[in-house]
């Protein structure tokens, strides 16, 4: 089954994850010592992540680095671009409603 990248991000853990990994490339067990769940439920979420390809996979001997991907979350952002447009849009009308209010009483 291919996930999607929504998918990923749905769950806290995941967001946390990807926090954890985007500066510094961490194995699963420095990633699981984050957090008080199992490592088998860290190692799911890390399956998911891989699935949507939102990990970088690299092997150092014995030992797998994860870390984000950064140009797949370009898929997010490009996303919520249009979401933005329309509260930008929003905000300025309201911004103009609130000074049509404000002249009205330095009208009076």
Not at 27 to 44: D, G, W, Y
Not at 54 to 72: H, M, P, V
């Amino acid at each position: 089954m291919k996930r999607d990248i929504f998918q990923a991000i749905a769950d806290p853990t995941r967001r946390a994850i990807l926090v954890l990994v985007a500066s510094n490339a961490l194995t699963p067990n420095a990633i699981a010592e984050q957090f008080k769940i199992t490592r088998q439920a860290v190692s799911k979420h890390i399956k998911i992540l891989n699935e949507c390809e939102l990990l970088d996979e690299k092997k150092a001997g014995r030992e797998i680095y994860y870390q984000l991907k950064i140009d797949k979350m370009k898929e997010i952002d490009q996303w919520l671009e249009q979401f933005k447009k329309i509260w930008e849009q929003r905000f300025s009308q309201l911004d103009q409603v609130l000074l049509n209010l404000k002249s009205k009483e330095n009208g009076k």
